[in-house]
């Protein structure tokens, strides 16, 4: 029960509304009718000792009960307040039952205003937050955190800034947060898809801030969303209803949440060190669930508890699979007749080349379209420079291009000698990435067109003797060695179909590589 006298003594003390609320643990709306109805009622003030809390909760919220014609049926306000956490409940609907209820009883009946009015005083006067604005289920509401938490680099001392994507229930308060790198579109899709699957539902509405991840053009009647949002609400067969610009009260809850995971999760870890994003999040949702799960200050239960008690319920169920978000670009096919999407490369037909195309990209594939019809898909390549190539793309001339992996190098340098088969070895070891050594052992191999392939034996022997790997550092020596070996007389023939094939191949990522 809130203590009026105390209220009233420490304010005849000279102390803020908001210092007597924290101080009492209760709230400002507490205080401040308390001592709106003492003004009210010209109570003198200090109140006496011998008044007791009782009385003076009588003196000040009943006196107008008192002076109401007892021929008017005073409501049910704790049985309204619990009516009113229901789905679709409204005042409205609960003042209709209280005619009915007036009318059974052949009492007479508060008008709506009066019945609002009512409602509030008891609330405010029992320290209660009324929520009948939020339905179970019926919202989600999303947003960036403003402040940090720094992801470091094992290596060097640079930092990343990681913000928190928080998705919140106005009703239960319930919320899902998890940290990104930046604040694009990925990232806000993939933490909107985690959070609806953490929840195991959906709801009837997606609620962000006018965003640019989210909204290409904020506007209160007819904001514009992007393709990603309007492809993930017809996923998820939900609607995503912007809040409306310079309204905070459309994003109060999620505001809240983004401010108290701020206050309890980014402050409590602020003198930790992260180096990846997984072990960051790992001790997020850790935090995240004992929030969740916390008793509330000045009512009963927990997030956790009203959300699967009540909320989950009422949500829609999740799609057989996570909705996934496509990458969308334009690309001119290039005279290799590959284009280049996301730092890879990929084929289409070569009567294509110098056309414009769409490329469409999932995390493990791409698609092309030409003229509105798909034309090719690939595997999606894994790092940059990686081409991918299908056979039907392939000129004939260019065939033996299919074959090129470690098994085919190693069977052309073992037919040459077993000095360039240990050089092959020691190339395709060389590298991260195994096909990043393919134009160098096409060249190393190749120099046994150019000098014979007793002299490219003799160099790769040399070269092992010295530790020398290169292309550039074989082909020296084989300069050096050729006066004594004879030259094949297909060489210069050989030498243009290569250096056609190879440019064809790469004309456009040469940059930064050996020719």
Known sequence: MTNFKEILRLYCGGYSQRAIAISLKCSREAVSLCIKRAKERDLTLPVPEDVTNEELQSLLYNTR??????????????????????????????????????????????????????????????????????????????????????????????????????????????????????????????????????????????????????????????????????????????????????????KNVVEGMVGYASRQIIAAVRNQKFFSLEEMNEVIWDRMEKLNAADFKKKDGSRELLFKEIEQKELLPLPSKPFQLFGRATATVAQDYHIEYDGGFYSVSPPLVKSEVLVKASSDKVFIYYEGKLHTEHLRCRFKGQKSTLPEHIHDKHADYLMWNGPYFLSQAKEIGTATEQIIKKVLASREYEVQTYRTCVGIIRLGKRHGRSCLEASCKEALSSGLYSYKAINTIAKTLKGAFKVSEDYQEEKIEDENLLNNLYCTHDEGEDK
């Open 65 to 250: 009960e008192g002076i109401r014609n007892p021929d008017f049926l005073l409501p049910n306000f704790e049985k309204i307040v619990e009516e009113l956490k229901k789905k679709h409940m409204t005042n409205g609907l609960l003042w209709m039952e209280y005619l009915i209820q007036c009318k059974s009883t052949g009492m007479k009946s508060y008008s709506v205003s009066q019945f609002n009015t009512l409602l509030r005083d008891y609330a405010q006067r029992m320290n209660i937050s009324l929520r009948q604005d939020h339905k179970p289920g019926e919202v989600l509401e999303l947003d960036w955190s403003r402040s940090a938490i720094l992801l470091s680099n094992n290596l060097t001392d640079d930092t990343i800034p990681c913000h928190l994507f928080v998705a919140a229930f106005p009703f239960s308060g319930y919320f899902y947060a998890e940290a990104f790198a930046d604040e694009k579109i990925l990232s806000w899709v993939t933490g909107l898809v985690n959070a609806l699957d953490f929840f195991g539902g959906v709801t009837l509405i997606l609620r962000p801030d006018n965003l640019k991840t989210a909204i290409i053009t904020p506007d209160k009647y007819e904001p514009v969303l992007n393709t990603a949002m309007i492809e993930l609400a017809e996923h998820y067969r939900t609607a995503v209803i912007p809040a409306r610009p310079r309204k905070p009260k459309d």
